[in-house]
């Protein structure tokens, strides 16, 4: 289903900027579930081709062939793309409580997962990420299976990603994440990212701490 809704896009059977067909008349049109439609509408979202507005109704992004990639990606791919080798180390999963911190308590629970990760930029630390997903997820508390793209794993426990919301900031790390980043405890770039479903839910709130003294962050934006 997914990828006939996406040939009809490309080949503009669903012009750009117009709306594809609601939910119920896409199950009916294709007699499956209201879960298969969804699901198949968040993939196309997570590609690009379209976005889900509350109240409106799904309307088509583009229409090219090119694979589009996750914005959640966008900054890792660039690192790449300019030469660097970009790899995960120090990977560590867990059950946490969530009781200090209203906003994972509130859409959380009393507990969720914890994913740390250190990025590595041509073997050097440069990034620490704290990752906060539901225990809805049932993730496995294996590290070595986090070594890939968290995104695209959450995709596969059918928790597709449809924004982003980043904030920045600039504070000093608690003394773990400064070491582990082999830097003094001086303010480093900080970035919080909420991670919304199709319905608005929170499906991932991760903290991560910048070392911008070895390359600033940079957001690219494609016309």
């Known amino acids: 289903m997914k990828d006939i809704l996406k040939e009809r896009i490309i080949s503009g059977f669903?012009?750009?900027?117009?709306?594809?067909?609601?939910?119920?008349?896409l199950e009916k049109e294709f007699s499956v579930s209201k879960i298969t439609v969804r699901k198949a509408v968040e993939q196309l979202a997570i590609e690009g081709y379209v976005e889900?507005?509350?109240?409106?109704?799904?309307?088509v992004l583009d229409n090219k062939v090119t694979p589009k990639i996750s914005r959640g990606q966008n900054f890792s791919d660039q690192l790449v793309k300019e030469g660097f080798e970009l790899r995960?180390?120090?990977?560590?999963?867990?059950?946490?409580?969530?009781?200090?911190?209203?906003?994972l308590q509130a859409n959380m629970g009393s507990e969720c997962y914890c994913l740390e990760r250190l990025y590595l930029l041509d073997n050097e630390p440069y990034i620490y990420f704290t990752h906060y997903i539901p225990l809805e997820a049932l993730l496995p508390l294996k590290p070595e299976l986090?070594?890939?793209s968290l995104?695209?794993?959450?995709f596969q426990k059918g928790m597709a990603m449809n924004h982003f919301n980043d904030e920045f900031d600039v504070e000093i790390p608690e003394e773990?994440?400064?070491?582990?980043?082999?830097?003094?405890?001086?303010?480093?770039?900080?970035?919080?990212r909420s991670s919304f479903d199709i319905d608005e839910k929170l499906v991932e709130y991760s903290v991560a701490f910048y070392h911008t003294d070895?390359?600033?962050?940079?957001?690219q934006y494609n016309v």
Not at 52 to 59: M, W
Not at 214 to 219: A, E, T
């Open 14 to 25: 669903y012009p750009k900027n117009s709306l594809i067909p609601s939910e119920p008349a």
């Open 176 to 192: 773990k994440v400064a070491s582990t980043l082999n830097t003094d405890q001086k303010p480093l770039l900080k970035r919080i």
């Open 151 to 154: 995104y695209e794993l959450l």
């Open 52 to 59: 889900k507005r509350s109240g409106v109704g799904t309307k």
């Open 146 to 148: 986090f070594k890939g």
């Open 88 to 103: 995960k180390d120090n990977i560590n999963i867990s059950v946490v409580r969530t009781e200090g911190n209203n906003i």
């Open 214 to 219: 070895m390359h600033k962050y940079v957001v």
